[in-house]
């Protein structure tokens, strides 16, 4: 479908101040390899220290890319589906307080006072600026998303038979999720920091901003991979040349995310003290819960390929995986979302070992946590958003895109180095090795009392892995940045692959109506967090605390 000039500016603009920002992200990624591995003994490079990149890289990397992804994405699938352009002063506000938000972030991290890391919670603190720019960000999203729900109405009134698309579920399920789990976060960010960080207060409740950050970080990490889902279901199985196996089985697994998502935050709290082992289990169970609609996502995206497969006339339990189309430069995307997903069994299964409460008492804040997140969200969430980032600016630009062999192997290359990456973080941690640690002073000194033998080869695959992920973004951005030098031949369309379903199933009327979830999220979300904040406010109290880095 043809796009007005302003709503095409505005999703250009959407696509490619993040990549430009990813650019430093990603430096500062590979500059935590080095640090790590020994090679880089200093405590700062090119005027920037340890937990200055550190935050950098959660910052724009997992936070600044991500939610402007998810609403670029957002904006073109609901435009791709509904065959209409959201109102002006939802995409234009949205976007204006998204750019300064984000704009902000960036200038008072790199002065080095925002070194609080993407967690940002207390004690550590960062300048009221940081809080209040990260505020804009999350709100400028709130935004595009009542433009969508004010013309999905519209469009139900003039298509009163019509069921919402699967793809318009998954990001509508996506963003009532963000919406409920980031008010808390707003909560923390404006009411509880932003005084504490302008010396207005100089007490601060460090469990309360850590439960509310964790109430929006968990969602958050769905909010990152529910886009690819939304791709796996409508995009894949066209993609792999199949049907979607079943879009009953879709629908439920994208409205169980809807109340299963929140409820979770306080599994990245069970050793905080304050909070009771029997809320502790219940969240251990209810994580256990959020598993099922990956599961599920498992069989029915593997169906749906295997079909693509033996449409191709493969045979016997395993022919098909080899008559998928990898490495096709006409089919580039196809590697985004399958190096994406086989990356995605080996982070899913650790998630489900960081989720027993008592495994988790090992691998807490050790590099096996960062080993699981890179095969998660450095895996399907961030590949999904350099195939599409790729897609839709050629779509919406309508430049060619001239390097199709490079974009091609991206995905493969990438997949190495997470792996290697990860392996060697998650073994690290397995023998005790810190996170967010600057263990480059360490490894080479022997005399040092933190100094491991052990932790030398297991962060010297990791920075292995990290160099090689640096080599595949670098040859991604040359190859985005040649298309966007690139002069239009083709007028701008919004259009995206859309999958046939295989079965004509029956209509169940629970998966096609978002309001009984939506009160079901609410209940659950109050079964662990009514307590919790109980717990909070009986054994935590503001104090004065406060740490820079
Ligand atoms: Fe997690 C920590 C538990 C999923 C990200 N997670 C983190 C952190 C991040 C993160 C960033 O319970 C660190 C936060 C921090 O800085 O402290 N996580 C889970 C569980 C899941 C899970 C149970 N995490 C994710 C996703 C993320 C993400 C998704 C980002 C996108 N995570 C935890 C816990 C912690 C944690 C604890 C706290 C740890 C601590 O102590 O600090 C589940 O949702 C995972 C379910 C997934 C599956 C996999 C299904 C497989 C699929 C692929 C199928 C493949 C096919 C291809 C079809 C069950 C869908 C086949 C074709 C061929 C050809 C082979
Ligand atoms: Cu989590």
Known sequence: MMVSNQ??????????????????????????????????????????????????????????LTTFFAVVFGHYTITNYLKKEPSKWSYMLSMILMVIGSAIDLVVMVLGKASALYTFYAPLQASALFYIGTAMLIIGSWIAFAGWVKIWFEWKKENPSLHMPIAILGTFVNFTMWFMASIPVIYELLVLLTPWALGLTNQVNVPMTRTLFWMFGHPLVYFWILPAYVGYYTMLPKIAGGKLYSGNAARLALLLFLILSTPVGVHHQFSEGGIAPSIKLWVSILTFGVSIPSFMTAFTVGASLEYAGRKRG???????????????????????????????????????????????????????????????????????????????????????????????IIPYLWTVG????????????????????????????????????????????????????????????????????????????????????????????????????????????????????????????????????
């Open 314 to 408: 493969a045979k016997g339990l395993f022919q098909w995986m080899s008559r998928l189309p990898w490495l096709r430069a006409d089919n580039y995307l196809f590697g985004y979302f399958i190096c994406g997903l086989i990356l995605f069994i080996f982070g899913g299964l650790s998630g489900i070992v960081n989720g027993s409460y008592t495994l988790n008492q090992l691998v807490h804040n050790t590099g096996w946590v960062p080993g699981h997140f890179h095969m998660t969200v450095a895996g399907p969430s961030i590949l999904f958003i350099l195939g599409l980032t790729l897609f839709m600016y050629q779509h919406l630009s309508g430049k060619p895109m001239t390097s199709k062999f490079t974009v091609t």
């Open 418 to 549: 997470v792996s290697l990456l990860s392996h060697g973080l998650m073994a690290g941690g397995l023998m005790g090795e810190p996170r967010r640690t600057n263990m480059g002073l360490t490894y080479t000194n022997p005399e040092s009392p933190l100094y491991n033998s052990h932790w030398v080869p297991s962060s010297t695959v990791t920075m292995v892995g990290g160099l090689i992920m640096g080599t595949a973004a670098l040859l991604y951005f040359i190859s985005f940045f040649k298309m966007l030098c690139n002069k239009a031949v083709e007028l701008p369309t919004i259009s995206m692959p859309e999958s046939e379903e295989l079965h004509n199933e029956r209509e169940i009327p629970l998966l096609l109506n978002m309001k009984p979830w939506i009160i079901l999220a609410v209940i659950l979300i109050g079964s662990t967090y009514i307590p919790s904040f109980k717990n909070v406010f009986k054994y935590g109290k503001p104090v004065e605390s406060k740490y820079h880095m």
């Open 7 to 64: 709503f095409k500016t505005t999703l250009l603009i959407g696509l490619t101040m993040p990549m430009s920002l990813f650019i430093l992200g990603v430096y500062n990624g590979v500059m935590q390899t080095l640090y790590r591995s020994g090679v880089l003994h200093q405590h700062a490079t090119a005027g920037i220290n340890y937990y200055q990149g550190l935050t950098m890289h959660g910052v724009i990397n997992a936070i600044v």
